[in-house]
């Protein structure tokens, strides 16, 4: 009688998981890695509510945070170990869950009053040295500081990132990986010796298309945020959601193998048209706001229902972003299932926007 509830059990959990993949070819979550002292607990969250949910798609924030051999000098404070990582790629690959790792490469290079450790330990990168972090950040700012970048032009800078990249990939042992690439606003500086008077657009698909290729010699596929290659002037979505210092016409120049995650977090723009139409396989990326979300799972499912037999196949599905801790993201999460609804003050979160959002899509199946 065990052997036969452990088989029920087991068919319980992979039935979900079909029926997502029938809509969707990709239902994940973007998350922060976990803490080491968290990877146990995380590991159960993947598979006692993740994989029923049909979550397929899993990629996680670990940029500096790991005890890279290549260059231990950019671990973090408190890096995961590879038994820590070993741990969740075995849970994913018995569930079916595509574990994409990422690092932040180009942009976000610094954060609030502190830069990265990639610039931390290698300053000779830094796309702006004269730019100092201040004591206290403020937006704006004179120097039209957000996030620092490393500069793509200087020689030794892939020798650094390339490695790190190659042995994070290998660890997780991946056929997607991550890298970011969203809200670069350092880029072609004027006063830097090797990009000044260089087109951006040349230069950040230089870079994307450097990183494609590395991958692509590893059997690994690129994934990047789709913000960049939007026109923020003509669309009028600005300098966040889109581009406004002339990189969006790296859309026409970079591979088109290169999956592009859309992400808008407070109106439901329909930008995934635009990149399914220029060629890329495109994913919809909601954060923290359900009503946004929800309209934006109905976009993507009338995207597929009424597109050609061409163009439909590159609308691959949602995308849930969170930009938070990974525990406290567990934890909200797990609050709200049981509870069936957001406590105040959480109504505006990625958590319970991921709770609706699958619920949503939970109830389709059921129709």
């Known amino acids: 009688m065990k052997t036969f509830m452990s088989f029920i059990a087991l068919l319980l959990l992979l039935a979900p998981v079909k029926a997502a993949e029938e809509e969707f070819p990709v239902l994940g979550l973007c998350i922060s890695a976990p803490e080491p002292e968290f990877v146990k607990e995380f590991d159960k969250f993947i598979r006692e509510e993740l994989a029923p949910l049909g979550i397929n798609t899993l990629v996680l924030r670990v940029d500096w945070n790991f005890e890279y051999t290549s260059h231990p000098e950019l671990r973090g404070d408190n890096p995961l170990s590879e038994k820590d990582i070993k741990l969740l790629v075995s849970t994913c690959r018995a569930l079916n869950i595509n574990l994409i790792p990422q690092i932040n490469l180009l942009g976000h290079q610094s954060w609030a009053t502190k830069t990265g450790k990639l610039l931390e330990v290698y300053p000779q990168f830094d796309e702006t040295p004269w730019v100092q972090m201040p004591e206290e950040y403020k937006w704006p700012n004179d120097d039209g500081l957000y996030c620092k970048s490393y500069c793509p032009l200087h020689p030794e800078v892939h020798d650094v990132v390339l490695k790190v990249v190659g042995e994070l990939v290998d660890v997780f042992e991946a056929t997607s990986f991550h890298a970011g690439m969203d809200e670069v606003f350092y ?52 300098m966040w959601e889109a581009s406004m210092n002339n990189t969006h016409r790296a859309i026409d120049m970079i591979s088109k193998d290169v999956v592009i995650c859309d992400w808008h977090y407070e109106r439901p723009d329909l930008t995934a048209v635009m990149f399914a139409l220029k060629g890329f396989t495109v994913l919809t990326c909601p954060w923290r706001t359900p009503e946004v979300a929800l309209k934006q799972l109905d976009n993507t499912r009338m995207f597929i229902s009424t597109a050609n037999k061409v163009t439909r196949e590159r609308y691959a599905g949602i995308l849930q972003t969170e930009w938070g801790n990974a525990e406290n993201f567990v934890n909200d999460f797990r609050e709200i299932s049981k509870n069936g609804a957001a406590p105040q003050g959480k109504e505006k979160s990625a958590a319970n926007t991921f709770y609706l959002l699958t619920r949503a899509i939970a109830g389709n199946r059921k129709e």
Not at 196 to 222: H, M, T
């Open 187 to 238: 880029i072609g500086d004027s006063k830097c010796p090797r990009c000044s008077g260089r087109d951006n657009a040349e230069l950040f698909a230089g870079e994307v298309n450097l990183i494609r290729n590395f991958l692509a010699g590893k059997g690994c596929e690129l994934w990047i945020w789709g913000d960049r290659l939007i026109d923020g002037k003509t669309t009028g979505y600005g």
